[in-house]
């Protein structure tokens, strides 16, 4: 599955899961299956903007070298 997709599943879980604990305040169990999804969610995030700086560095490379 693309990384962006997973990035929007995440997010439409925790919005959910946000939901649910308006209504459950002490539900702690869940709570910390919130923590773990916005954990992945910023880990996609960063491999992305990561993946992209690179992607951009190699491109402007092989520009330079082109010419």
């Known amino acids: 599955m693309n ?14 899961m946000k ?10 169990s869940g709570m910390r299956g919130l923590k773990k999804k916005i954990n992945n969610k910023k880990k996609y995030l960063n491999y992305i903007f ?4 690179k992607l951009k560095k190699k491109f402007k490379f092989y520009l330079l070298n082109k010419i």
């Not at 939901?19 to 702690?28: Q, R, V, Y």
Request: proline content about 0%.
């Open 3 to 16: 990384k962006k997709n997973q990035i929007y599943l995440f997010e439409k879980k925790i919005n959910k």
């Open 50 to 53: 990561i993946k992209k700086k």
């Open 19 to 28: 939901k649910h604990f308006k209504l459950h305040k002490k539900d702690f």
